[in-house]
C-alpha cells in the first residue's frame, strides 16, 4: 500500500502511481486507475471532491513530487497528445513566485493557535491553496514557501522551502530575504494572508515594469467594516502619474491615499537584481537605527524597502485594481471573508 499527499489530503492507493508504462495510456485511463485503487467510495469522493477541475493538474504535481523530473516531462507528454496541454495553462511559466508564510497575526487568535494563518480555510479551501492554484493556473509553477510560525504544518508538494526560525522577532522583509537564492529572474512576491482573484494576478503578470505593486482604489470600502484593523494599519499608497511616491503604514494622511498595497508585487530579473543590492545596502547603512515605519531592517516591513527603492529614484508602478481581493489579519476578518467570499472576490 502506498501513501499519496497531494495538496495536503492524504489517500492510500493499491499501487501508487508505480511505474512509467501507466502513464502511457494517457489522462483517463490514469483518473481511472487512481479512482479505483482507492480504498472505499466514501473516500474517493472525498479525495475527487477537494481536487474537482484541478484534477489533472494536481495528478500531474504528484506524479512530479514522486518520480521526479523525467516522468514529470514524459506525463506532461502525453496529456498533451491526448489533448490536455497542460504547458499551455499559463503563458509565465519563466516567472518565479515567493510567497512569505513565517509570521503569525496576533489578531487571529485562537483560530490559529495550532496552525498557520495561511491554513485558515475559506471556501474549503486554506488561503495558501488558493494563491497556490492562482499562480499556477497562470503558469507559474517554480514556487518557493518561507515557513516559520508552525511552519511543520505547510507542506505541499513541489515546492521549495525556507525556515526562518526567527519569525517571532523578525519582519516580513528579512522573511523574505530568507528566499534571497530565488531572486535570480523575474519573480512574484506575495503575502500569505490574502485571497485574490486570478484576474488580479494577470493583471500584474502583464505589467513589463522592473517593479510593480497591486494597488485598491477602492480601498476605503474594506475599512467601513474592519473595527479591528485601523486604517492607520493599512499600508497606502501616494502616486504619481504611473509611480509609487509613497508607500507603508501610517505615513500618508487616507484622504490623499490613491489606494492601498494589497501585498502582491512583481520584479524583472533587473528589478530583483536592484531590489537585493538595496537590501544589502539598507543593512549596513541603516545598523542600529530605524528603517522607515520599521525600527530597524530586521523587522522592517515590505513597504519599507519599496519606499526605499523610491527615494533612490527607481521607478516603481502602480497596477490599480477595485476589488477582487481580502486580506485576512483578523478574527473579524476571516469571518467577513468567510461569510460574503464570493461577493468580495468580485473584480470591478
Not at 101 to 121: F, M, N, W
Request: hydrophobic share 35%; aromatic share 8%; net charge negative.
Amino acid at each position: 500500500m502506498t501513501t499519496c499527499d497531494i495538496y495536503g489530503t492524504t489517500f492510500k492507493t493499491a499501487q501508487g502511481l508505480a511505474g512509467h508504462k501507466r502513464l502511457r495510456h494517457g489522462p483517463d485511463r490514469l483518473i481511472e486507475d487512481m479512482g479505483s485503487a482507492l480504498t472505499g467510495k466514501q473516500l474517493r469522493r472525498k479525495v475527487l471532491n477537494r481536487v474537482g477541475e484541478k484534477l489533472a493538474d494536481t495528478l500531474a504535481e504528484a506524479i512530479m513530487q514522486i518520480h521526479g523530473q523525467d516522468i514529470w516531462e514524459a506525463c506532461l507528454d502525453e496529456l498533451a497528445a491526448q489533448g490536455l496541454d497542460l504547458r499551455s495553462a499559463g503563458s509565465y511559466g519563466s516567472v518565479k513566485a515567493i510567497i512569505v508564510a513565517a509570521g503569525q497575526s496576533d489578531q487571529l487568535l485562537p483560530l490559529t493557535s495550532d496552525r498557520p494563518d495561511s491554513l485558515l480555510e475559506i471556501g474549503n479551501k486554506t488561503i495558501l491553496s488558493r494563491e497556490l492554484e492562482n499562480l499556477r493556473a497562470c503558469g507559474i509553477r517554480d514556487i518557493a514557501i518561507v515557513r516559520g510560525y508552525r511552519g511543520d504544518m505547510i507542506k505541499y508538494p513541489a515546492i521549495r522551502y525556507y525556515e526562518n526560525e526567527d519569525y517571532g522577532s523578525t519582519g516580513i522583509l528579512s522573511s523574505l530575504f530568507y528566499a534571497k537564492a530565488e531572486m535570480d529572474s523575474d519573480f512574484i512576491f506575495c503575502y500569505s494572508d490574502i485571497v485574490y482573484t486570478r484576474e488580479v494576478l494577470d493583471l500584474l503578470l502583464q505589467d513589463q515594469s522592473d517593479v510593480s505593486v497591486v494597488v485598491d482604489t477602492a480601498w476605503e470600502d474594506h475599512y467601513r467594516q474592519r473595527k479591528q484593523h485601523p486604517v492607520s494599519e493599512a499600508e497606502l499608497v501616494r502616486v504619481e502619474g504611473d509611480r509609487v511616491a509613497e508607500i507603508g503604514r501610517n505615513i500618508i494622511p487616507p484622504q490623499e491615499a490613491h489606494g492601498e498595497f494589497i501585498g502582491l508585487a512583481k520584479f524583472s530579473k533587473r528589478g530583483a537584481e536592484t531590489l537585493k543590492v538595496i537590501h544589502d545596502w539598507a543593512t549596513l547603512d541603516y545598523s542600529g537605527r530605524p528603517f522607515h515605519t520599521s525600527p530597524s531592517v530586521d523587522k522592517a516591513s515590505f513597504t519599507d524597502l519599496i519606499q526605499e527603492l523610491v527615494d533612490q529614484g527607481y521607478p516603481v508602478r502602480h497596477i490599480d485594481i477595485t476589488g477582487g481581493w481580502a486580506e485576512i489579519d483578523t478574527v473579524e476578518d476571516f469571518d467577513r471573508v468567510k461569510s460574503q467570499f464570493q461577493t468580495i472576490l468580485k473584480l470591478n
